[in-house]
């Protein structure tokens, strides 16, 4: 058999084809299923996220940041931060946060660390100053975490809801 | 918005990364092939899904890389020039016989690739080959000059 026998310069090409953009029934019910999750994964829906609650009392000001979701076994902050409205120190300044909170979570630590559970003492705040705990946890159940979360100080309280959504 | 953006960054970079390494690449895997497949995914692993383990953050991950998949699929069938960008072209590596330097050079193929293929079509030299293509695929298709005749190959007398 011989390699020098006159023939087209390239194979021939594909055969021609309308192309369209066509698929099953079943296909685009899918598609429309999995763009559903990718523009609620875009949106945020379905990520982590951060929200605030601010509440006060005559003597201070309180802001609570925490997590809104939060995906399982990720790990979440709820930084708390007080502000001395006076012009004099306060003192006797005590956070607590509810059990019923923290027990959807696991590997709960504090900064200033509890002195009994879930209850963290601070020190005094100077005339117009702030101070600031924060509580680190990883999500454990899954569902929704909520509770309050209470600051006392000058026989004066302001209690703020927090919620958490902890996503499988 | 995280995962789905880090998952249509990753999926770009490494569709156009292995477009640039070329056919051959990840035709046939040898085994340092092999080490760059167990390791692209070790390396984006934590740039994919982050610090963020849940099912959901998963499942988010999941569903846009299908999503691009399918996008893809379609835009390189509905126009040609997309395929043609994302999975290149064939080339022709072996004409009339005789190999093209060129092609092979730029596609990194060994002559002994080409004859491992003709001995795979059957054919015992380049000279018995008409064609034999590169295809997009990394594989290399050998056309005989002649389609061979089952009927006349087949033997089915007992061996003595």
Redesign the interface.
Known sequence: ?????P?P???PPPPLLV???S?HPG?WVG?AG??A??A?????F???SVTSARGQAPSFEVVVEYPHRL?????GVIAIEIHNRTDRGLAGVMVRIDPEYLDRFVEVAATPAFSRPFTIPLPPIPAGGVIRARVDARADRIWRASGRVVVTAARETVSLEVRTLI?? | ?????RIVVIYFVIMVALRIMGKREFGELAPFDLVVLLLIPEIVTDALVG???????A??AL??L??LV?ITS?LS????WVGRAIAGS?A?VL????IVPEAMNVERVNPEEILDALHSAGLED??????A?LETDGRITV?P??VPDPGRQRDDRPIP
């Open positions: 058999m011989s390699a020098q026998r023939g310069a390239a194979p192309r369209r953009v698929a296909q598609l999995l763009v999750i990718v609620a994964g875009a949106a945020g379905l990520s982590h995906g399982h076994a990720s790990r996503l499988p | 918005m995280g995962v789905v953006l610090k963020d383990y849940s099912v959901t953050s499942v988010v569903a846009t299908l999503v399918f379609l069938h509905r126009f040609e064939p022709v004409r009339h016989g005789r380049a000279g018995q080959a008409k064609w293509i056309v000059w002649h």
